[in-house]
T-cell receptor, first 112, second 115 residues
Framework: EDQVTQSPEALRLQEGESSSLNCSYT??????LFWYRQDPGKGPEFLFT???AGEEKEKERLKATLTKKESFLHITAPKPEDSATYLC?????????????FGAGTRLAVHP | DTEVTQTPKHLVMGMTNKKSLKCEQH?????MYWYKQKAKKPPELMFV???????INESVPSRFSPECPNSSLLNLHLHALQPEDSALYLC??????????????FGPGTRLTVT
């Protein structure tokens, strides 16, 4: 069964304490992996797209990496404004069309 | 500009009402999407429009009726909803539905409460 699993479910960090979020997937025919940030009551905000194993992308304090089985979102020296839910989504081909399957998300809280 | 707008922000409706949610994008995108998101859950795909034609319906009940009047607008017509339909309804758009154009940009959502 196609599945996207994110861990941990929730993460509490002190400001400046670097960490990583994990997104593991078991899908046939991965076509891409997306990371989004979502603030409470708002729509997801696009962060990164990764297409092939070994690919890395960076934006400010965030860095996303991709292997054949999982992706990591590394947060370096986080600030309180980085607090949000981080969603990963896998693009797969299913039933004749491309489709995004979202993980359940990691709720990140960064405390001063 | 990567903005997708949605109206209204909040909607409360009774089970016998008819209402519509609206979504607009001016990025020239040719694919638009409706998602439903319950609290502390990921977004669930409902419908996909590609070049103003419905290409995916994820077995959504007929009390939800999508419409794409033109390439910039997407509506979701609601009728005879149930309390369990209360959720955040998200609209998104992407350049197209092919792999290298699938980056989706989301609107802020409409918070729907069915009483």
């Amino acid at each position: 069964e196609d599945q996207v699993t994110q861990s941990p479910e929730a993460l509490r960090l002190q400001e400046g304490e670097s960490s990583s979020l994990n997104c593991s997937y078991t899908v046939s025919g991965l076509r891409g992996l997306f990371w989004y940030r979502q603030d409470p009551g708002k729509g997801p905000e696009f962060l990164f797209t990764l297409y092939s194993a070994g690919e890395e992308k960076e934006k400010e304090r965030l860095k996303a990496t991709l292997t054949k089985k999982e992706s990591f979102l590394h947060i370096t020296a986080p600030k309180p404004e980085d607090s949000a839910t981080y969603l990963c989504a896998v693009l797969m081909f299913s039933g004749g069309y491309n489709k995004l399957i979202f993980g359940a998300g990691t709720r990140l809280a960064v405390h001063p | 500009d990567t903005e997708v707008t949605q109206t209204p922000k909040h909607l409360v409706m009774g089970m016998t009402n008819k209402k519509s949610l609206k979504c607009e994008q001016h990025m020239g995108h040719r694919a638009m999407y409706w998602y439903k998101q319950k609290a502390k859950k990921p977004p669930e795909l409902m419908f996909v429009y590609s070049y103003e034609k419905l290409s995916i319906n994820e077995s959504v009940p007929s009390r939800f009726s999508p419409e794409c009047p033109n390439s910039s607008l997407l509506n979701l017509h609601l009728h005879a909803l149930q309390p369990e339909d209360s959720a955040l309804y998200l609209c998104a758009s992407s350049q197209a539905v092919v792999v290298d154009s699938y980056e989706q940009y989301f609107g802020p959502g409409t918070r729907l409460t069915v009483t």
